[in-house]
């Protein structure tokens, strides 16, 4: 019965564990999670006020060919040699053809109603990434606010870690 294994130590020699209080070093990591997060929400909120500036332009532009289908020709007054000092009296003619951008400087000539149903189109992709970017904002907001509470929590509470 040599081939026995025995322990290193008997049962009442059991080795004490040994707590200590260990602060993390997490709080340098949160300040940059938040900082990346701030950083994020701000480039999200600048997309939004581009879709929301672009949501606006295709309504006014919407609204400007609805009223260049009531007539034929329209009256205006065009500078004379490109300038604001000198203008004569004149008529917008066509009023009913737009040459609509199709992408990459390709434009096609469509009728006012051809070009009222591309702009609400591109109108709902408007709307629909400005929901999309709005959600993302919302999810990315209420992930600092966590963060935050997170940080909190780790400065409020201390981390006691037994070591055996």
Do not use: C
């Not at 003619?93 to 609509?100: A, D």
């Not at 600092?144 to 940080?151: F, L, P, Y």
């Amino acid at each position: 019965m040599d081939n026995q294994i025995k322990p290193e130590h008997s049962s009442s020699e059991v080795p004490a564990a040994t707590s200590s209080v260990q602060t993390t070093s997490g709080s340098g990591a949160l300040k940059r999670l938040l900082e990346k997060q701030a950083e994020e929400i701000e480039a999200i909120s600048q997309k939004i006020d581009l879709y929301t500036k672009y949501k606006g332009d295709y309504e006014k532009l919407k609204e400007l060919i609805g009223k260049m289908q009531e007539k034929v020709r329209h009256p205006h007054r065009i500078p004379i040699a490109g300038t604001d000092l000198a203008f004569i009296d004149g008529h917008i003619i066509h009023t009913n053809e737009f040459h609509v951008l199709l992408g990459d400087n390709y434009f096609a000539l469509r009728s006012g109603a051809q070009a009222a149903k591309i702009i609400d189109r591109r109108l709902a992709g408007v709307q629909e990434q400005l929901k999309l970017s709005e959600d993302a904002k919302k999810k990315t907001e209420d992930w600092m606010k966590a963060t935050e509470e997170h940080q909190r929590d780790k400065e409020e509470f201390v981390e006691i870690i037994e070591t055996m």
